[in-house]
């Protein structure tokens, strides 16, 4: 018998990605984001729901486009720090010594230190409720050479990407290869 | 500088969730899905999203209702089969051994084996490709007593859910608590 917790956002894991954008002088952005995921494979699209009062949302509603940079481990506190801070009153990359690169497909900047990253150009704007659900088309995906695998595939146990659990608030890392997809299953097939 | 992937929905990490529905006569299916999120925290609100041409795409639109399940990493086997076969024409739960409990507040089954369960009521499809995205309103979160916290929330590391990565199409597990969010990062604020 399961214990009911009430209606909450408690599921896991989500992910700790973070989402930049360029302000209105043109000043490039970031904030933290748990709430996310791939909503379809073709176009291949990306969801991440930001609160309106965020500056990030306005941002994105102007410039049409954001990208999402997948931060390592090692980053976690720049990341939470990025979750916290806005960037209506501070520059979030000068705080954090982390540099702004500019995407050449989409107006928005990305995490040159982050070893993953997807440029989105925002395809719907979804209200939700207190946040407001941004579905990018996800126009590249560019990654660091060194979190590549033999195929030439973002490797998860490279880029060391960091989980966000909502119950306790707290990050945690990846662990380690459980099972090929698509391929243990079939031993349930007939 | 990075490489360039192309257009790809190749970001991590991604979730291994199982949507559970009825279908018109009643019978409960359940699919494994990576692609899905949080999308909203008021109303608490996740997304998932699932091709047209799957079996749990007609029973949500139908019963206007779904539930997701979490599963541990030790039944990564049923996940990853549950991903695959198709509902049309099995008993998916009866193959996997496994047991459908059906919601008492919405109109869908949920995996009783799994240590979480969300119970959701369709509130809006989105049209965004080849998947549609269905954001269920999470009407309660259900979770077993061996999985919580000294706080009573969803403890991460009791629950062990799987990650996948859409690179290698592969499940991993969780690792280890990295940091206390909205807190490490206060070294950044001035």
Redesign the interface.
């Known amino acids: 018998m ?14 700790t ?1 973070v989402v930049g954008t360029y302000d209105q002088d043109g000043k490039a952005n970031v904030m933290t984001a ?14 991440v ?1 930001l ?1 309106a009062a965020t500056y990030s949302h306005g941002n994105i509603l102007a410039r049409k486009a954001f990208t ?1 940079s ?1 931060p390592s ?1 090692n980053h ?10 806005s960037g209506r009153d501070k520059d979030k990359f000068a ?2 010594s982390l540099t702004p690169e500019a995407s050449t497909l989409v107006d928005a900047p990305f995490v040159k230190e982050f070893p ?3 440029e989105c150009e925002l ?2 704007a ?1 209200e ?4 407001t ?1 941004f ?1 990018g ?9 060194a979190v ?2 033999s ?7 490279k ?1 060391r ?29 007939e």
Chains 1, 2 share one sequence.
């Not at 939700?128 to 946040?131: A, E, M, N, R, T």
Request: glycine share 10%.
């Open positions: 399961k214990k009911s917790l009430g209606a909450a956002t408690l599921i896991v894991p989500t992910p990605w748990a709430w996310g995921g791939i909503c379809c494979s073709d176009p291949p699209c990306v969801a729901a609160r999402i997948v481990e976690v506190v720049e990341a939470d720090y990025w979750g916290m801070a705080s954090a993953l990253v997807l395809q719907q979804v939700v409720g207190l946040h659900q579905i088309r996800i126009v590249d995906v560019k990654a660091d050479e590549l695998d195929k030439g595939k973002p490797d998860l146990e880029i990407p960091i989980l966000f659990s909502p119950g306790n608030r707290s990050y945690y890392t990846i662990g380690e290869f459980l099972a090929k997809g698509f391929s243990v299953g079939q031993k349930f097939q």
